[in-house]
């Protein structure tokens, strides 16, 4: 079945370290996405990427970046400037940037010990 | 700046009962309206995507609506079931420049439904 993978489903990080969040799609989308969820508030954009070797900032880039080396994937490393970096990790894909929907992966969960 | 309202944030009804749920917009410029379905730490499932052309659309006890003249959009759920329980979202997609698009999210209804 087509879909997106995220790992791992939970991640724990100590301060100053930098970890990377997996994200794998086979539906051949060509854009990407990762957002942020926190409690009581909406999904935020991270960066989204319409092509390979390419990519946009959203909302809250600071603190993170991505890589597209392939169109089926999209990493996401969280760096140690990212300062409250506990949330809900999600990464989405579309055929392309423009009138499409979106299908979502499972999620990881990041926590700082 | 886009912003997305859902009301109520929380919802509690009895099995077999009708409901509605409901999502506005600020910006009537959409391309597109889509809910998703989040169960507790997982992602969304799509739910339905409504064009801006369209009216409504309909997935089995499922029906959302759209009028984009009044910025609002409503989730109705036929004859709910305790499976339905989940926390509901709608997500309006505008264009904001260039080749971007952006997918603005509201904050979600928690539905709960008594068995």
């Known amino acids: 079945d087509g879909g997106i993978t995220q790992s791992p489903k939970y991640l724990f990080r100590k301060e100053g370290q930098n970890v990377t969040l997996s994200c794998e799609q086979n539906?051949?989308?060509?854009?990407m996405y990762w957002y942020r969820q926190d409690p009581g508030q909406g999904l935020r954009l991270i960066y989204y990427?319409?092509?390979?070797?390419?990519?946009q900032k959203g909302d809250i880039a600071e603190g993170y970046s991505v890589s597209r080396e392939k169109k089926e994937s999209f990493p996401l490393t969280v760096t140690s400037a990212q300062k409250n970096p506990t949330a809900f990790y999600l990464c989405?894909?579309?055929?392309?940037?423009?009138?499409?929907?979106?299908?979502f992966g499972s999620g990881t969960r990041l926590t700082v010990v | 700046k886009q912003e997305v309202t859902q009301i109520p944030a929380a919802l509690s009804v009895p099995e077999g009962e009708n409901l509605v749920l409901n999502c506005s917009f600020t910006?009537?410029?959409?391309?597109?309206l889509q809910w998703f379905r989040q169960d507790p730490g997982k992602g969304l499932t799509s739910l339905l995507l409504?064009?801006?052309?369209?009216r409504e659309q309909t997935s089995g006890r499922l029906n959302a609506s759209l009028d984009k003249s009044s910025g609002r959009s409503t989730l109705y759920i036929a004859a709910s079931q305790p499976g339905d329980s989940a926390t509901y979202l709608c997500?309006?997609?505008?264009?904001?420049?260039?080749?971007?698009?952006?997918?603005?999210f509201g904050k979600g209804t928690l539905l709960t439904v008594n068995p």
């Open positions: 990427s319409q092509i390979v070797n390419d990519f």
């Open positions: 989405a894909s579309s055929i392309r940037v423009s009138n499409y929907g979106y299908t």
């Open positions: 910006d009537s410029a959409i391309y597109n």
């Open positions: 997500a309006a997609l505008l264009y904001s420049g260039g080749s971007n698009y952006k997918l603005t």
């Open positions: 409504i064009q801006s052309s369209q």
């Open positions: 539906l051949n989308h060509d854009a």
